[in-house]
């Protein structure tokens, strides 16, 4: 125990004398030591927002909030294993994953808000809440626009590892495509989260084969997971007006026309683990609306209520 012994030293001040404390080298002005600082630049800074000739700015900014809601939902789901997971190694990659939805999801808040800032709520004057923290902690859950299948509670970990697989193979083809946006800030987003997803559909992948070919309790749980959650899928690649707008307006993508690849890369990963393809039947929406109409299942207030408490509690508050 002697080398973790600290002898008092003579550059060390005293914690009990009044004029100095061991925490005073913690107080200074700057703030760049830390890994989040007193504040934030704009994450969209230095960047071309103009909106392309011809496009609407409403219908933009609706799309980018389909795509930032899914991320964002996604993103705290998965952040909630964090100390959960089967070991460390599981822990520190679910995060990462999470992270970089969160990453994702910010981008395109903002990419919303400078598109059209009608979409920001309004908060109290001289609120210092940038607009894409506004978007994420201040709207109701029948303002989000994510689809159903990234709001459901988590399940166990085979339940994310399929889950984690089905969305990053589909949000992969999408992105993949949307790096040719007309919208510069689109293309760029899409340009980096391709190679995020790659990794996240990667390791859903070597996950879902192991737990597929591993004990038959792990397969049991593979095969129960994948069929719970296939009936939220289709919703993911299924086309709503929004998306088939900005398609038609060169900058967006129709999820419905990305299935069919989509299909392939997880019909690969299903014969390579043996597992057959669930039989059941999409989850229907209610006259005609699902997630991306702002139609959610319970769970979605539940987990808002959670995410958004400490900031709407102190809407005037700087972190």
Not at 53 to 69: E, K
Not at 107 to 136: M, N, Q, W
Not at 158 to 179: E, P, S, W
Request: charged share 25%; proline share 6%.
């Amino acid at each position: 125990m002697n080398e973790f012994h600290q002898t008092p030293s003579h550059s060390a001040p005293d914690p009990s004398h009044e004029d100095g404390s061991v925490y005073d080298g913690l107080l200074g002005t700057d703030s760049s030591q830390w890994a989040f600082g007193t504040d934030f630049e704009d994450p969209l800074a230095g960047v071309d927002t103009t909106v392309p000739d011809g496009v609407d700015h409403r219908m933009l900014a609706a799309y980018c909030l389909a795509l930032a809601d899914d991320a964002l939902v996604f993103s705290h789901r998965l952040s909630e294993w964090c100390s959960n997971a089967p070991d460390l190694e599981e822990d520190i990659a679910l995060a990462n994953i999470a992270l970089d939805l969160l990453g994702q999801a910010r981008l395109l808040l903002a990419r919303a808000a400078a598109a059209d800032p009608d979409v920001v709520p309004v908060l109290p004057e001289g609120s210092p809440v940038p607009a894409e923290d506004a978007l994420a902690f201040f709207r109701e859950a029948d303002e989000f626009r994510n689809v159903r299948f990234v709001e459901v509670p988590n399940g166990d970990f085979a339940h994310t590892v399929a889950r984690v697989l089905l969305f990053a193979t589909a949000r992969l083809a999408v992105l993949d495509r949307l790096t040719g946006s007309r919208d510069a800030v689109l293309a760029a987003v899409a340009a980096k989260g391709v190679k995020e997803l790659t990794y996240h559909r990667d390791y859903a992948g070597r996950w879902f084969l192991t737990l597929a070919r591993g004990t038959e309790e792990s397969r049991r749980r593979l095969v129960a997971a994948l069929d719970q959650l296939w009936p939220l899928y289709p919703e993911m690649l299924a086309t709503h007006p929004v998306e088939a707008a900005a398609a038609e307006a060169g900058v967006g993508v129709d999820p419905a026309t990305v299935a069919a690849e989509t299909d392939v890369v997880l019909e690969q990963v299903l014969a390579m683990s043996g597992v057959d393809r669930p039989q059941r039947a999409s989850l229907a929406g209610v006259d005609g609306r699902t997630g991306r109409d702002g139609l959610h299942t319970e769970a979605l207030s539940r987990m808002l209520a959670e995410m958004q408490v400490v900031a709407r509690a102190h809407p005037m508050g700087q972190w």
